[in-house]
């Protein structure tokens, strides 16, 4: 048997945002499952409870200290979600709609926790120009270290980024920016490490690259295929770089002007692997 | 352990998101400033709520630092942006989740790897059954997706009783396959080439690489530069021919490749069939 609100979450569905406010979402439906959830405690608790074991009644009661029949109430508002099953023994178990749900869920949390590490950097740039499906995906910067020029150290973020791509061998960027000194430094690491560099700029960047000192070095390079160079039209303020050393991030201010102040720095395998995955997921969309 | 253990952080969790989605005017409101500030009179005229309502809304929004103003226009903060794109990609894979609810429920998903904990690129994804009139549907949209492709990576339990088609399309065009399957089937693929080989018109392969399935992966999916397609067994442990979800969204196959790079790690050491396939070298084909 259904109830009727949680039939209505089943089925109803019911667009209450047009899509055109939020770019780049469509088919946006209702929020009414994550309401469900979220709008009570005992619901939400019973659903991670039950995502770490299969349980009976009696065992939730214990562990929530509530009566039965609120226990009762909230495992079958979950039921009719089909987010938990009964089983023949009477325990009750997480059904996998239910699983996949908390995992997302979870990971939801995690953003909302951790957005604050995030709050600092992100407000003092701009983020307009940067579609939703990587801004989503910037998430992965969650765990970096804010790396601030000093007053003692005014060049400390440029001065660590050209320390860690020195050491580099495998370097991946996305560059809405040129810089002799970034380019010099790339191009010292390449020939020391015998490394490979995969790029995506855009054509004005590509010329002043052509343009500078290390013209006969990067078409050489090219050749050689230790460069492989992506030019787009247009691309989102992210100045983006990671090899097999570090992860970094740099945004603008506004639409034009970059901040070289304050930079976002990943270490670590697991954080690195991330930080591939987002250059490659970012370069099959935008190239 | 989940983040239920911070009870701070759970709580403030549980009032933001009931803040920001319970109200249908304030979600509207926060619609209106994605994608630029604008004045309660703009807000007004794009939402037709009165104007005492969204003052009310734009007062309780600023009072709990979801939203700035500057001379009289209202700013969302990049924080609120940032949660709003997360609820918003979380609905997508709730309504996936909602959609194929049944179907997943009878799917055994014993799954544990990190990409299941976003699953909004499956939004949009078509599950096909087999029906009385049409018995062999799923098999056929599996089939299809093992064909017609640049690249091709995937896990599957099975020898395709297609596989003559399959195995020769592989071998006489310019593609790439990087499979993990069991070993019997990798034994019977290699066997196939073997026998093919010397048969085929002309063989533009660039490469077939099989691994073997050594971490007993229970589940099924191809992904290719065309589509996504996923596979599961049954809870009684019986591999599902009968249904299938499909998707051809670019996030959907972003999506596989992501799987497949998760299981790709699990597993032992690739074997390049290089050798088989072009037994006298490359030569004027490479």
């Given at each position: 048997m259904c109830h009727w609100k949680t039939l209505f979450i089943l089925t109803e569905g019911g667009i209450i945002i047009s899509e055109e406010f939020f770019e780049g979402i469509c088919d946006l439906a209702d929020f009414n499952l994550l309401k469900f959830v979220v709008s009570s405690e005992l619901r939400l608790r019973l659903l991670f409870s039950l995502y770490e074991s299969s349980k009976s009644i009696k065992e939730l009661e214990g562990e929530f200290n509530r009566k039965s029949g609120n226990i009762s109430r909230g495992l079958n508002e979950l039921m009719s979600c089909k987010l938990i099953e009964r089983l023949p023994n009477k325990l009750y178990v997480i059904s996998s709609i239910g699983f996949l749900l908390v995992k997302n869920l979870e990971n939801l949390m995690f953003y909302f926790d951790n957005i604050n590490y995030f709050e600092e950097f992100s407000e003092n740039h701009s983020l307009r120009s940067i579609p939703n499906k990587f801004l989503k995906e910037l998430s992965i910067f969650y765990g970096s270290t804010l790396v601030e020029s000093t007053i003692t150290e005014f060049a400390k973020p440029i001065n660590m980024y050209l320390e860690n791509i020195r050491k580099s061998t495998y370097i991946c960027m996305i560059l809405p920016v040129f810089s002799k000194l970034f380019m010099d430094a790339i191009a010292e690491a390449l020939i020391e490490h015998d490394g490979y560099l995969d790029i995506i700029t855009t054509k004005n960047i590509y010329d002043l690259i052509i343009k500078s000192d290390n013209e006969k070095l990067f078409r050489s390079l090219m050749r050689d295929k230790k460069i492989n160079l992506y030019i787009v039209e247009d691309m989102p303020n992210i100045f983006f770089t990671v090899t097999d050393v570090f992860g970094s991030l740099f945004l603008f201010y506004d639409d034009v002007v970059f901040d070289n102040s304050q930079m976002l720095l990943l270490d670590g395998e697991s954080n690195l692997n991330d930080a591939y995955r987002f250059y490659r997921f970012f370069k099959n969309e935008i190239v | 352990m989940t983040n239920l253990s911070n009870e701070e952080n759970f709580l403030k969790f549980q009032e933001?998101?009931?803040?920001?989605?319970?109200?249908?005017?304030?979600?509207?409101?926060?619609?209106?400033?994605?994608?630029?500030?604008?004045?309660?009179?703009?807000?007004?005229?794009?939402?037709?709520?009165?104007?005492?309502?969204?003052?009310?809304?734009i007062n309780k929004l600023e009072q709990k630092e979801f939203i700035y103003n500057i001379d009289d226009k209202f700013y969302l903060y990049n924080k609120t942006r940032v949660k709003l794109i997360n609820i918003l990609y979380f609905n997508k894979s709730?309504?996936?989740?909602?959609?194929?609810?049944?179907?997943?429920?009878?799917?055994?998903?014993?799954?544990?790897?990190?990409?299941?904990?976003?699953?909004?690129?499956?939004?949009?994804?078509?599950?096909?059954?087999?029906?009385?009139?049409?018995?062999?549907?799923?098999?056929?949209?599996?089939?299809?997706?093992?064909?017609?492709?640049?690249?091709?990576?995937?896990?599957?339990?099975?020898?395709?009783?297609?596989?003559?088609?399959?195995?020769?399309?592989?071998?006489?065009?310019?593609?790439?396959?990087?499979?993990?399957?069991?070993?019997?089937?990798?034994?019977?693929?290699k066997n196939f080439i073997i026998d093919y080989v010397p048969k085929s018109p002309g063989i533009k392969n660039r490469f077939v690489k099989l691994k073997p399935n050594d971490h007993n992966i229970q589940f099924a999916f191809t992904v290719s530069d065309k589509c996504l397609v996923l596979a599961f067994y049954t809870k009684s442990g019986q591999f599902n021919q009968n249904s299938v979800l499909v998707s051809t969204n670019p996030e959907a196959i972003t999506f596989g490749l992501k799987l497949f790079e998760e299981y790709e790690q699990l597993c032992g050491p690739y074997v390049s069939l290089e050798d088989i396939i072009y037994p006298n070298g490359r030569g004027d084909n490479y």
């Open positions: - | 933001d998101i009931k803040f920001l989605i319970n109200s249908e005017i304030r979600l509207k409101i926060l619609g209106c400033l994605y994608n630029s500030g604008a004045s309660i009179k703009q807000i007004e005229a794009k939402t037709n709520y009165s104007y005492s309502s969204i003052l009310d809304n709730a309504k996936f989740l909602r959609e194929n609810a049944d179907f997943l429920n009878r799917s055994l998903l014993d799954i544990n790897i990190d990409i299941i904990k976003d699953l909004s690129a499956l939004d949009g994804s078509r599950l096909i059954e087999s029906t009385s009139t049409d018995l062999f549907k799923a098999t056929e949209i599996f089939q299809r997706s093992l064909m017609g492709f640049k690249f091709l990576k995937g896990i599957f339990p099975y020898f395709h009783p297609r596989h003559h088609d399959i195995i020769s399309y592989w071998i006489d065009n310019d593609c790439t396959v990087e499979l993990i399957l069991p070993d019997e089937v990798s034994e019977a693929v």
